[in-house]
C-alpha cells in the first residue's frame, strides 16, 4: 500500500456534474471526469484494509454488500495511485469483463461494504473503476485478443445484455465458436434501450461490441429466436445453449381504468425514446412524447428515476411520483449496520433535475394508486389515489394498508408504470422445454446454470429475476465455466 494514511490526508472527491438546469437541454452524459492526478489521489485514499469487504459480493440482511464480481479493487486502487495505469487495467479486467458498463450504471455496493465508510466518506470505488477502463482506451491498451486456438464447438447465446454478453464474452475466450442472437435492432440488451443515453452513452455499448466481434464472436440482430429463429434447428446446430434473455416481463397495475389510453410500461417508454434517438435525434417523432403533459410516474426506483428524468426533457407540463413505500431515513438505522446495503433516503439524478426546475421533489411516498378515471374519448384525465400505512398481517409480514379518508386526485394525460418486473417471458422457454420456477423465472441452480432441457443453460435476470448489472455479469462467467465444462469435461475458466 503507497499511503497507508491516504484515507486521512485526502477528501473524498467525485467527477462534477453539468448543472441540472443545462443538462436537461440533452441527452448526453453530464459527468466531468476528474483529472489523472486527481483520481491518482482518490486511489490513495483506499485503506488496504486486511478483510476487504468491499470485495466480497456476500448477501447480508436480503441485499448484497460488496462487489458480486469480486473486484480486486484493493490492488487497482493502490496501482492508481502509484501511477501503474495499464497494470491496473490488467487487474481489473479479471474479474469484470465490461468496467465501462459497472462504472457507470451500478450502484456500487462495494462503497457501501468500504471500511473508510464506517465513520467517514467510503472510497471512490465506481469512478476509480470507471476511470482505469476508460483511460485504456484513450491510451490504446484495450485491443482485440481473439483465441489463438479454436475448439470447435459451437455454442448460441441468447441475449445480448450484459449476462448474454459476459457468457459470450468468457466462451469465447476459451475458443469455442460463440453467435449471440438478439431480437431487437441494436445490441446491448436493457443496456441499450433499458438505461437511457444520459446515463449510459451508447457509442461505449458500440465499442464494446466492435471489440467482440473483432475477438470472433458473431452478433445477430433482429434475430427473434422462437419466431423468425427456429428453435428446433438452433439445438441442431449448436452444441450448446445458453438463455440469457432477461426478465422483461413488466409488472402490472390491475386497477379500474387501466385499459385507457395514455398509460405505458416504462420500459415501452424508454426504449422508443432511445431508439428515437439513435435513429434520427428524435426527428422522427416515433415515440410516446411527456411534452406538454401531466406526468403520473408509479414506480419509485431506477427506472422511476428515468421516467422523470426522459420527461423532463421532453418537456413536460408537471410531473409526480408515486412511491408505495414509506420515506427512507437519511442516515442507517440500528437495524441496518454496515456492511449492508444502506436502506437511506437518497436524491438520483431524475430527481435532482426536477427540484432544479420546478423546486421540490416529485416524489410522494406511502401512496398507492386505487384507479384510473378517462375522459369521453378513453384517454386517462386522473389518477386517483390514497395514503398507505405499513403493518403486519397475521403471518407477520409488512403489508399496505388504506388510509381512510386520504383519496386524492391527479391531473394525468400519460402515466407509466415503472414497478419492476414479474419474471421472464414464457414463449421462448416453452418452446425449448425449459422448466419455470414459481416467479416464471427459468429453473435452473445458481453454480450449474443447467436446465432441465439438454444442453440448454441459463443465467441473468432470465434464471435469477431483476437484478444489477453487475450480477449479470457475475452470473454470465460463472455459466460460461458450466457451459465449458459440460464441452470439455473440464474447464480452465476463471
Given at each position: 500500500?503507497?499511503?497507508?494514511?491516504?484515507?486521512?490526508?485526502?477528501?473524498?472527491?467525485?467527477?462534477?456534474?453539468?448543472?441540472?438546469?443545462?443538462?436537461?437541454?440533452?441527452?448526453?452524459?453530464?459527468?466531468?471526469?476528474?483529472?489523472?492526478?486527481?483520481?491518482?489521489?482518490?486511489?490513495?485514499?483506499?485503506?488496504?484494509?486486511?478483510?476487504?469487504?468491499?470485495?466480497?459480493?456476500?448477501?447480508?440482511?436480503?441485499?448484497?454488500?460488496?462487489?458480486?464480481?469480486?473486484?480486486?479493487?484493493?490492488?487497482?486502487?493502490?496501482?492508481?495511485?502509484?501511477?501503474?495505469?495499464?497494470?491496473?487495467?490488467?487487474?481489473?479486467?479479471?474479474?469484470?469483463?465490461?468496467?465501462?458498463?459497472?462504472?457507470?450504471?451500478?450502484?456500487?455496493?462495494?462503497?457501501?461494504?468500504?471500511?473508510?465508510?464506517?465513520?467517514?466518506?467510503?472510497?471512490?470505488?465506481?469512478?476509480?473503476?470507471?476511470?482505469?477502463?476508460?483511460?485504456?482506451?484513450?491510451?490504446?491498451?484495450?485491443?482485440?485478443?481473439?483465441?489463438?486456438?479454436?475448439?470447435?464447438?459451437?455454442?448460441?447465446?441468447?441475449?445480448?445484455?450484459?449476462?448474454?454478453?459476459?457468457?459470450?464474452?468468457?466462451?469465447?475466450?476459451?475458443?469455442?465458436?460463440?453467435?449471440?442472437?438478439?431480437?431487437?435492432?441494436?445490441?446491448?440488451?436493457?443496456?441499450?434501450?433499458?438505461?437511457?443515453?444520459?446515463?449510459?452513452?451508447?457509442t461505449l455499448i458500440d465499442r464494446?461490441?466492435?471489440?467482440?466481434?473483432?475477438?470472433?464472436?458473431?452478433?445477430?440482430?433482429?434475430?427473434?429466436?422462437?419466431?423468425?429463429?427456429?428453435?428446433?434447428?438452433?439445438?441442431?446446430?449448436?452444441?450448446?445453449?445458453?438463455?440469457?434473455?432477461?426478465?422483461?416481463?413488466?409488472?402490472?397495475?390491475?386497477?379500474?381504468?387501466?385499459?385507457?389510453?395514455?398509460?405505458?410500461?416504462?420500459?415501452?417508454?424508454?426504449?422508443?425514446?432511445?431508439?428515437?434517438?439513435?435513429?434520427?435525434?428524435?426527428?422522427?417523432?416515433?415515440?410516446?412524447?411527456?411534452?406538454?403533459?401531466?406526468?403520473?410516474?408509479?414506480?419509485?426506483?431506477?427506472?422511476?428515476?428515468?421516467?422523470?428524468?426522459?420527461?423532463?426533457?421532453?418537456?413536460?407540463?408537471?410531473?409526480?411520483?408515486?412511491?408505495?413505500?414509506?420515506?427512507?431515513?437519511?442516515?442507517?438505522?440500528?437495524?441496518?449496520?454496515?456492511?449492508?446495503w444502506p436502506r437511506i433516503h437518497?436524491?438520483?439524478?431524475?430527481?435532482?433535475?426536477?427540484?432544479?426546475?420546478?423546486?421540490?421533489?416529485?416524489?410522494?411516498?406511502?401512496?398507492?394508486?386505487?384507479?384510473?378515471?378517462?375522459?369521453?374519448?378513453?384517454?386517462?384525465?386522473?389518477?386517483?389515489?390514497?395514503?398507505?400505512?405499513?403493518?403486519?398481517?397475521?403471518?407477520?409480514?409488512?403489508?399496505?394498508?388504506?388510509?381512510?379518508?386520504?383519496?386524492?386526485?391527479?391531473?394525468?394525460?400519460?402515466?407509466?408504470?415503472?414497478?419492476?418486473?414479474?419474471?421472464?417471458?414464457?414463449?421462448?422457454?416453452?418452446?425449448?422445454?425449459?422448466?419455470?420456477?414459481?416467479?416464471?423465472?427459468?429453473?435452473?441452480?445458481?453454480?450449474?446454470?443447467?436446465?432441465?432441457?439438454?444442453?440448454?443453460?441459463?443465467?441473468?435476470?432470465?434464471?435469477?429475476?431483476?437484478?444489477?448489472?453487475?450480477?449479470?455479469?457475475?452470473?454470465?462467467?460463472?455459466?460460461?465455466?458450466?457451459?465449458?465444462?459440460?464441452?470439455?469435461?473440464?474447464?480452465?475458466?476463471?
Amino acid at each position: 500500500m503507497g499511503k497507508p494514511t491516504g484515507f486521512l490526508d485526502y477528501e473524498r472527491k467525485t467527477a462534477g456534474k453539468v448543472k441540472p438546469l443545462e443538462r436537461i437541454k440533452h441527452y448526453k452524459e453530464f459527468s466531468i471526469p476528474l483529472s489523472k492526478e486527481e483520481q491518482e489521489i482518490q486511489g490513495a485514499r483506499c485503506m488496504d484494509c486486511g478483510i476487504p469487504f468491499c470485495q466480497s459480493g456476500i448477501m447480508i440482511g436480503g441485499g448484497v454488500s460488496g462487489c458480486p464480481v469480486n473486484n480486486l479493487i484493493p490492488e487497482w486502487n493502490d496501482l492508481i495511485h502509484k501511477g501503474l495505469w495499464k497494470e491496473a487495467v490488467r487487474r481489473l479486467l479479471k474479474t469484470n469483463n465490461f468496467p465501462e458498463f459497472t462504472g457507470k450504471v451500478c450502484p456500487a455496493p462495494c462503497e457501501a461494504a468500504c471500511t473508510a465508510g464506517i465513520h467517514g466518506p467510503a472510497i471512490s470505488i465506481k469512478e476509480n473503476e470507471c476511470s482505469i477502463i476508460e483511460r485504456a482506451y484513450e491510451e490504446g491498451v484495450i485491443v482485440p485478443n481473439p483465441p489463438k486456438v479454436r475448439t470447435g464447438k459451437k455454442v448460441a447465446v441468447i441475449g445480448s445484455g450484459p449476462a448474454g454478453l459476459a457468457a459470450a464474452d468468457q466462451i469465447n475466450k476459451r475458443g469455442h465458436l460463440v453467435t449471440v442472437f438478439e431480437r431487437h435492432d441494436r445490441l446491448g440488451g436493457l443496456l441499450m434501450y433499458g438505461i437511457p443515453n444520459m446515463k449510459l452513452d451508447k457509442t461505449l455499448i458500440d465499442r464494446r461490441i466492435n471489440l467482440m466481434k473483432a475477438e470472433g464472436i458473431n452478433f445477430e440482430v433482429n434475430a427473434n429466436v422462437g419466431e423468425n429463429v427456429d428453435t428446433k434447428e438452433l439445438l441442431e446446430n449448436f452444441d450448446a445453449v445458453v438463455l440469457a434473455c432477461g426478465a422483461t416481463n413488466p409488472r402490472d397495475l390491475k386497477v379500474e381504468g387501466r385499459d385507457l389510453d395514455g398509460i405505458y410500461f416504462a420500459v415501452d417508454f424508454l426504449k422508443e425514446t432511445t431508439k428515437s434517438l439513435l435513429d434520427s435525434n428524435l426527428e422522427d417523432k416515433a415515440y410516446v412524447s411527456a411534452e406538454g403533459k401531466d406526468v403520473i410516474v408509479i414506480g419509485g426506483g431506477d427506472t422511476g428515476t428515468d421516467c422523470v428524468a426522459t420527461s423532463l426533457r421532453h418537456g413536460c407540463n408537471s410531473l409526480v411520483q408515486f412511491e408505495i413505500m414509506n420515506k427512507l431515513p437519511s442516515e442507517r438505522g440500528e437495524n441496518n449496520p454496515w456492511p449492508q446495503w444502506p436502506r437511506i433516503h437518497k436524491v438520483d439524478y431524475g430527481q435532482e433535475e426536477f427540484e432544479a426546475v420546478h423546486g421540490e421533489d416529485p416524489r410522494k411516498f406511502a401512496v398507492t394508486v386505487k384507479k384510473f378515471v378517462g375522459d369521453n374519448e378513453g384517454r386517462v384525465k386522473e389518477v386517483i389515489t390514497v395514503d398507505v400505512n405499513w403493518e403486519k398481517n397475521e403471518k407477520g409480514f409488512m403489508v399496505p394498508k388504506e388510509v381512510p379518508g386520504t383519496e386524492k386526485s391527479w391531473k394525468a394525460d400519460l402515466v407509466l408504470l415503472a414497478m419492476g418486473f414479474v419474471g421472464a417471458e414464457t414463449n421462448l422457454p416453452s418452446l425449448l422445454g425449459v422448466e419455470l420456477d414459481e416467479r416464471t423465472n427459468v429453473k435452473a441452480n445458481y453454480g450449474e446454470f443447467k436446465t432441465n432441457a439438454d444442453k440448454v443453460f441459463a443465467c441473468g435476470d432470465v434464471r435469477r429475476g431483476q437484478s444489477l448489472v453487475v450480477w449479470a455479469i457475475n452470473e454470465g462467467r460463472a455459466c460460461a465455466r458450466e457451459v465449458d465444462n459440460f464441452l470439455m469435461g473440464y474447464t480452465i475458466l476463471p
